[in-house]
């Protein structure tokens, strides 16, 4: 049976983000994905041209170019205004124009970002974010914001918009195991579902209960302690019936060494094995339905 076969009896495409900070360039790595049976893939954006050159290569292959992810360097700094707020929505309006031009309907937006500071809603927050909503809703682009550290922000901003069929939600399940402390985040806001990062990790590490960064760490299902049959009945349960969207770290966090044994695969050896795990959460999915 061939994979493409494969991927339609699973009843889901299966995508994976590209790796960035790599030796290989990511149109080649591309190209490796569509050869290990990967239906599509997404990008973190950079002012590089790197989305036209992605959506060169997804044409060429015939890839889905699932979504874009944003800068979330001043996710902090539009809650608390400012020049660095400035800089912010520009950011990010950038990276939607490039989205609306390079025909890639989604983007994923984190709400917040940082461990030294508690996340403060603010009126300003949300007019920052409202302008760039405004700004997705004239380019035909959805925008879906992820769960990351400082939850409140992410409850706010899906609260604000929970109006807006161009704003919804994006899961990253690797994410709600330590900086949300494994809260079912899909019970709560799997309706507004938009796309899914999904990866393992070790949970919380410090013993204070205390999340911290280097926790998140994006090892490939089942290499952690995430209980995938139980994600599989969660987004079942969902009614998610999009691409199955998978974000993975070859590199360690520093001062760890989760990831070290990816590093010394070869690139093709580890997507295959990427494609393998992913294979066997979107036969749960199918099983558990």
């Known amino acids: 049976m061939q994979k493409k076969e494969m991927n339609r009896m699973w009843q889901k495409k299966l995508c994976l983000a590209t790796f960035r900070r790599h030796e290989i360039e990511q149109e080649q790595q591309i190209e490796v994905f569509k050869a290990a049976g990967f239906d599509g893939f997404f990008v973190e954006w950079a002012a590089d041209g790197v989305v036209e050159r992605c959506r060169k290569k997804a044409d060429e292959t015939g890839m889905l170019f699932q979504s874009v992810h944003a800068p979330f360097g001043h996710a902090r700094d539009l809650w608390e205004g ?105 019970a709560r806001y799997g309706s507004h579902l938009f796309g899914t990062h999904l990866n393992d990790n070790l949970g919380v590490s410090r013993f204070d209960g205390e999340p911290f960064w280097t926790d998140d760490l994006h090892l490939l299902p089942f290499d952690g302690v995430a209980d995938w049959q139980g994600v599989a009945a969660r987004l079942n349960t969902c009614g998610f019936d999009g691409p199955l969207t998978f974000e993975l770290n070859l590199n360690s966090k520093p001062n760890r060494f989760d990831n070290a044994l990816y590093g010394r695969m070869a690139f093709e050896e580890y997507v295959a094995l990427a494609y393998q795990r992913a294979c066997r959460v979107a036969a749960l999915m199918l099983r558990r339905k």
């Open 82 to 186: 400012g020049e660095a707020a400035e800089q912010g929505v520009a950011e990010l309006t950038a990276c939607l124009n490039d989205c609306a031009a390079n025909g890639v309907e989604l983007a994923i937006l984190h709400a917040y970002i940082g461990f030294d500071k508690k996340p403060v809603v603010t009126q300003t927050g949300l007019e920052n974010y409202g302008k760039i909503v405004a700004h997705a809703q004239k380019l035909g682009v959805k925008i879906a914001f992820e769960n990351t550290e400082g939850e409140e922000c992410l409850a706010a901003l899906l609260r604000e918009f929970a109006d807006c069929r161009h704003v919804g939600f994006c899961w990253d399940s690797g994410h709600e195991m330590c900086y949300n402390r494994s809260e079912d985040l899909l």
